[in-house]
């Protein structure tokens, strides 16, 4: 395979992670693979979070239903993983789209991804892993559940066609999950109606041994009811003492500065980092694939930064050709596209700016996958 000269040319002695960071720095063609790839696997949902771009209620109509429909073959992905393997990557991300548990072969493709020696992250709603067993067995390494409520009532309010008595099940899948020695991350969207649950979701993260991770809403026209107001952003934060106190005494790891920085809207820009200011390192650390085998830079679905299909070519062939590479050098000086000021990647862009210039740097957010 193509992807084992590539990664032949690595001294066999420095490890991929050095390789990649060496590689970036210097600006040169990767001989590496990323660190992670994230792979939407069907654009399918069984649920319609009120917040959601695709599924919410609040819309005036669905996505079309070819898309609705569109998921990626095993096939395809078994080809996806022997080039990740080959190209020495670290992790396969499954995300939305829709939810990966609602692909039909989900547990047969998680567990090739496994088989391949790849980590395996999950981010799901979960309420599909009706399978508890068969879920565990896969041994995944980390699972992001959607978790934007505090109780029953909440949860049914933010999921409207779920009902408050299916609140007890979730809990019941997510000590599971938490038993079985997955890393456990809940993943909480904060909008108007649940903004006054969030000292509930930090006791369940401390029930569970899990960490949270906050997110303001990012609302549209359709849902722009949900928003928090000057009031809620006020409240929230004048409570968050409490509730780093909260975290801290129950072993909670939260991303409280990086929610602080967003409550205060206008104050980010000064408060957090920008990808001006960190470059953008995400052509080396990362690539995305959606459920129609577009092959994207990053999670921006800007289609400047696409590079090709995997109905095309490989995964490898892709990643490294002159398209990938163009697409490096541009951002690299620093001329970016519409959508890279609210870039998905800036945990990774801070990390590994820290890394190569030995300087601190604010933090601006945290990503849908670690």
């Not at 609602?102 to 999950?122: Q, R, S």
């Not at 904060?190 to 609302?219: T, Y």
Request: hydrophobic residues 45%; aromatic residues 6%; positive net charge.
């Amino acid at each position: 395979m193509g992807s084992e000269k590539v990664a032949g040319q690595i001294a066999a002695t420095e490890r991929p992670a050095a390789a990649r960071l060496r590689e970036a720095r210097d600006g040169s063609a990767p001989g590496v693979g990323p660190q992670s790839i994230g792979v939407v696997l069907t654009n399918a949902c069984n649920l319609n979070c009120i917040t959601c771009w695709s599924y919410s209620p609040l819309r005036r109509e669905l996505p079309t239903l070819d898309w609705r429909r569109r998921r990626l073959s095993r096939e395809t992905l078994r080809a996806l993983f022997e080039d990740a393997a080959a190209l020495r990557a670290e992790r396969v991300i499954f995300t939305g789209g829709g939810d990966p548990l609602a692909h039909p072969e989900f547990y047969d493709i998680a567990a090739d991804a496994k088989a391949m020696g790849l980590k395996v992250t999950l981010i799901s709603n979960l309420t599909l892993a009706r399978d508890r067993a068969r879920l565990l067995a896969l041994r995944l390494d980390t699972v992001l559940a959607n978790f934007s409520c505090g109780d029953a009532e909440t949860y049914a309010a933010f999921h409207p066609n779920r009902a408050p008595a299916d609140f007890a099940p979730l809990l019941d899948t997510l000590r599971a999950v938490a038993a079985g020695g997955a890393e456990l991350k809940l993943v909480f969207v904060v909008c108007a109606i649940n903004a006054h649950v969030l000292p509930r979701a930090v006791a369940i993260a401390g029930q569970l041994g899990a960490s949270l991770q906050f997110k303001r809403v990012s609302i549209t026209d359709e849902t722009r009811s949900l928003d928090l107001s000057t009031s809620h952003q006020t409240a929230l934060l004048a409570q968050l003492p409490a509730l780093r106190s909260q975290s801290s005494a129950l072993k909670v790891a939260a991303n409280w500065d990086v929610f602080a920085a967003e409550l205060r809207g206008s104050e980010r820009a000064e408060s957090a980092a920008t990808v001006e200011e960190t470059g953008c390192w995400a052509g080396h650390y990362y690539g995305r694939v959606s459920a129609s085998g577009d092959v994207s830079f990053c999670c921006n679905q800007n289609p400047a930064l696409r590079v090709g299909s995997l109905h095309e070519a490989s995964f490898e062939a892709l990643w490294t050709s002159p398209r990938w590479q163009e697409i490096r050098d541009r951002l690299r000086a620093g001329s970016y596209v519409a959508g890279c000021a609210q870039c998905g990647k800036m945990d990774l862009n801070h990390r590994v700016a820290s890394q190569i210039r030995g300087t601190a740097l604010r933090m601006r957010g945290a990503t849908d996958a670690p």
